[in-house]
C-alpha cells in the first residue's frame, strides 16, 4: 500500500518506562479503531511499517507495547512520527459522518430542482434530517442512501431522488 492511503489516526509520543512502551497520540473518533486493532503503522524509512501489539497498558493516556520493542533504545526512533491504520483496520469511524458539514449546502431534487439551502440538521436516533427553507417554511429532508444522487463538496450541492409528495409535507 502506498502512503497516502493509510488513514493517519494520531502521533507516538514518548517512550513510557524501560521496557520499549509508547504513548500515543490517537485523534478522538480514532480511539476505539486503535483500541481494537492488533497492529499499528509507523514509518520506518518512510514508509509505514506494521508493529503487532503486544498490549495496551493503559486507555487514559494511550500507552502501547509493541512486539519486538523491548527497550527505549528501540522505541526512540518511533517517538515523534505519525500514527496510521489501513482503512480496513477502521471501526464504524468509515461510515460515521459529520453530517453539520452539511450546513450551507444546497439540495436539488432531480424533478424539482433547487429546493434550497441546508440551514440546520438533525441527527436522531433512526434517521438524519436536513432542515431546509422552502417556499417560506421549513422543511425536513431525509439523508440517507436512497435518496441520494450526488455530492458535490466544491459546488457545495447535494442531489436527490425525493419521493413524490416530500416537499408538500
Do not use: W
Not at 488513514?7 to 481494537?36: C, M, N, P
Request: net charge negative.
Amino acid at each position: 500500500m502506498k502512503l497516502q492511503e493509510y488513514i493517519t489516526i494520531g502521533k507516538v509520543g514518548k517512550s513510557y518506562g524501560k521496557d520499549g512502551a509508547l504513548k500515543l497520540g490517537v485523534e478522538e473518533h480514532y480511539e476505539q479503531s486503535a483500541l481494537g486493532s492488533t497492529v499499528l503503522f509507523i514509518p520506518v524509512d518512510g514508509k509505514p511499517a506494521p508493529f503487532f501489539v503486544e498490549a495496551y497498558l493503559s486507555e487514559e493516556p494511550l500507552i502501547v507495547k509493541l512486539e519486538e520493542v523491548d527497550s527505549k533504545e528501540d522505541a526512540q526512533p518511533l517517538c515523534n512520527q505519525p500514527l496510521f491504520l489501513r482503512p480496513q483496520d477502521l471501526q464504524g469511524e468509515e461510515e460515521e459522518e459529520d453530517y453539520q458539514a452539511m450546513i450551507g449546502y444546497t439540495i436539488h431534487d432531480e424533478e424539482a430542482g433547487e429546493i434550497g439551502l441546508i440551514h440546520d440538521v438533525q441527527e436522531l436516533p433512526e434517521q438524519v434530517l436536513a432542515v431546509v427553507a422552502y417556499e417560506g417554511r421549513d422543511i425536513l429532508i431525509p439523508i440517507n442512501e436512497h435518496f441520494l444522487r450526488d455530492f458535490d463538496p466544491e459546488r457545495k450541492t447535494i442531489l436527490m431522488g425525493l419521493p413524490a409528495g416530500l416537499l408538500e409535507l
